[in-house]
């Protein structure tokens, strides 16, 4: 064994003693919010395909009906050949962008090939040696790489802590020429929400720059699914809104609507943006055919929240510890080892869940997240409750 091998196997190794060792499971998706395991099938409860889309059958049926020859290589091709700023940036793209700066009222729209892509590439663009990023200390990972490649210095506050954030700026505001503080919607281990109208208040007060990741709540929070944003009442406030197609959109790829200075700069400075292969002519194609579905998924969109609120309080009465508002829905047991094993348990019941662990949520809160989709229904749900009770005893 070479010393390059050997260094790989004490490094595996100590993820085994750990208990943090993971593994490729090759799945196959299926109706009703459903999954296929090596022959079994599973109600998934660790997907993110909020509205059911990405596994919608008489959806993608409809979409690809629309195929022929003319549209073949435009809408449907597989390769895009390059960077958008070669030639990469097929039609399809402009046409989703025109309809998420509409949609969102915005002057404009960027899509970029991933959540992760999008928030690496924005700090690092925007924020500089000069400049102070406050970020609440459970945003997703990919924000916090992002700060890492930025200049700016960085202060995590406590989650949702917004009066930490004001003894921060009414001490040190005037040390920065700029300040963004940056917040998800929906967080996506707690499932709980942020309060975005305090944060822009703050942000007037303190004439910062405000960056809310909607990763959770584009598509499914909303009348006309622009997020939790729109359901508070400030989506034109907020300098830098970004969202996801790979959850609610049942699609690839992010997006951020702004202002069209914010867009024609990132364009020129976000470095995923420049340096990487655009996506295929027909995931973004796809992308445009659901956007102009997602304001009229109302029905959807309650029923995921019905869903979620009952559930919750059928793991309370059940005497299991739960949180948040959202249909993230976790189950916090506390032990990493019990969680797993619970998840184990639970999984043998048709129900596929994941135990999350450290370093993915604090020591002493590993736990079961529960997602919910527009697919499912509550004869599915109902019996897990007592399932998880169970597991755990």
């Not at 049926?61 to 003319?70: H, I, L, N, P, T």
């Not at 090939?113 to 663009?125: D, E, K, Q, R, W």
């Not at 690839?252 to 400075?269: C, K, P």
Request: aromatic content about 6%; hydrophobic content about 45%.
């Amino acid at each position: 064994m070479s010393d390059f091998s050997r260094q790989l196997a004490e490094q595996l190794a100590e993820i085994d003693r750990q208990g943090q060792r993971r593994q490729l499971v090759p799945v196959t998706h299926l109706a009703h919010g459903r999954i296929a395991i090596d022959g079994r099938e599973y109600l998934n409860l660790a997907g993110n395909d909020y509205l059911g889309l990405a596994a919608n059958q008489a959806m993608l049926a409809d979409f690809y009906r629309q195929q022929d020859e003319g549209n073949l290589l435009a809408c449907y091709g597989l390769g895009s050949t390059a960077s958008r700023l070669m030639t990469g940036n097929t039609r399809p793209y402009a046409e989703l962008e025109r309809g998420l700066a509409a949609l969102y009222g915005t002057e404009a729209a960027l899509v970029f090939n991933s959540g992760y892509h999008l928030n690496v590439g924005i700090l690092p663009a925007l924020a500089g040696k000069q400049d102070l990023i406050l970020a609440d200390k459970l945003c997703h990972a990919s924000l916090i790489d992002g700060m890492r490649l930025s200049l700016a210095k960085v202060v995590r506050y406590p989650h949702l802590d917004y009066r930490a954030i004001e003894r921060i700026l009414t001490k040190d505001r005037d040390r920065f020429r700029q300040v963004f503080i940056v917040t998800e919607s929906i967080f996506s281990m707690d499932g709980d929400l942020a309060d975005l109208a305090e944060l822009v208040r703050i942000k007037e007060r303190f004439a910062a720059v405000l960056y809310v990741d909607e990763a959770h709540g584009a598509g499914i929070r909303g009348d006309s699914g622009c997020g939790l944003a729109e359901e508070q009442g400030v989506r034109q406030a907020i300098e830098i809104l970004t969202g996801t197609f790979g959850k609610a959109y049942g699609g690839q790829g992010a997006f951020v609507v702004g202002s069209r200075l914010l867009v024609d700069t990132l364009i020129n400075t976000a470095r995923p943006q420049i340096f990487s292969t655009g996506l295929p002519p027909v995931s973004v194609h796809w992308l445009e055919t659901v956007l102009t579905r997602i304001p009229h998924l109302r029905r959807e969109r309650a029923k995921v929240a019905e869903l979620s609120q009952r559930l919750r309080d059928q793991l309370r009465q059940a005497g299991l510890q739960t949180m948040g508002n959202s249909n993230i829905v976790p189950v916090v047991i506390g032990d990493a080892a019990r969680t797993v094993a619970a998840a184990e348990r639970v999984c043998a019941a048709g129900y596929w869940v994941k135990a999350v662990r450290p370093p993915t949520v604090p020591a002493g809160t590993s736990r079961l997240r529960l997602s919910l989709n527009a697919a499912m229904d509550w004869e599915q749900l109902a019996p897990l409750p007592a399932i998880i009770k169970t597991a755990l005893d």
